[in-house]
């Protein structure tokens, strides 16, 4: 069986090898630039352990192609939410717009997505039409995902349901579909496959609660980006979303939020009471339970395939891996 080790040994070759053309130099030294800040290449690492826990034996360009189109397309979206949500820190370096414009991070970002896609297609012939149309359906739902977020930043009310509608698009959609691409090169059955998408989609679901309440309690040097920028950018967070729902001063919550914060000071005052409300509400403490029951939902689900220990805890620790930078 395919292990950890070898896992992460591949991945790490595999995108210390990535090529990019040198001209136009303004098209690929931003996309050269996003590869070389790394991450945690969540997408491609949940791709390669699903397929080896579903019985894959060699890590060739069969699946690591499609892996490494998976994290290809998650950068394109770095690159243009970044944009839109004005963020001038990528794991703790200047992100592109900031570095080169919004003109040249657009068209970098672009023609990174058509990339994906050629990654995608080297796919085995056998289930290559399957993985290109659950990659397409799920790079949907980032998009629309994406737009959502952004409509609700005009809004003053955002029920629970519509942000989880929300962060099922933008972030679950993706991490499902890398479960399931792993799953269909694997050769897996239709029943394993789905399971394994609703793994990764109940993963994708508390990794963003997590990264929503890591925005505000996080060690910036740790999280990679300033921390509070939700509440300065006036997101509907988890944590602000549930905070409206709870509160008995919505007006006065809502006035805080919305109070112009020009200076670093003004900056440092609106995150801290903010954060005084989060906690006077008890919302922290719900948004950790929150984490807590979306990965346990993942863990019934693997349980569920009978795969053997071995194979279950390769999934299981995956998971873990994952949501345990909150606890």
Known sequence: ???????????????????????????????????????????????????????????????????????????????????????????????????????????????MLIESYKYMLKAPEKVRSQV????????????????????????????MAEYEEMIGDKTAALLACSAGTGALIAGADENSCATLYGFGWDLG????????????????????????????????SWLTVRALEKTDNRAGLLQLLSRPAETQEEKAEKIAAVKAEYERLGVPEEALKTIASWHASAGEKIAHLNLGSVKTQLLARFAHSLIGRVK
């Not at 130099?25 to 826990?53: D, F, H, W």
């Not at 717009?97 to 023609?111: E, H, N, P």
């Not at 290109?132 to 029920?159: I, P, Y």
């Not at 890591?214 to 950018?233: S, T």
């Open 1 to 111: 069986m395919i292990s950890e080790k070898q896992i992460e040994s591949r991945i790490e070759a595999l995108f210390k090898g990535l090529a990019f053309p040198d001209r136009p130099e303004n098209v690929y030294a931003p996309q050269r630039y996003m590869i070389s800040i790394g991450g945690k290449r969540i997408r491609p690492r949940l791709c390669l352990t699903a397929y080896a826990a579903l019985g894959g034996e060699l890590l060739d360009e069969a699946v690591l192609a499609p892996a490494a189109g998976l994290e290809l397309f998650h950068t394109f979206s770095l690159i243009h939410d970044d944009i839109m949500d004005n963020s001038p820190l990528r794991r703790g370096q200047e992100t592109v717009w900031k570095k080169w414009g919004d003109d040249i991070a657009l068209l970098s970002g672009d023609a």
């Open 205 to 236: 679901m508390a990794f963003q609660v997590a990264d929503d309440y890591l925005d505000a309690y996080a060690d910036q040097a740790v999280f990679g980006k300033p921390v509070g920028g939700d509440i300065l950018n006036e997101k509907m």
């Open 132 to 159: 290109l149309q659950l990659f397409s359906e799920n790079a949907t739902k980032v998009c629309e995902g994406q737009q959502l977020d952004m409509d609700f930043e005009r809004r003053e009310s955002v029920s």
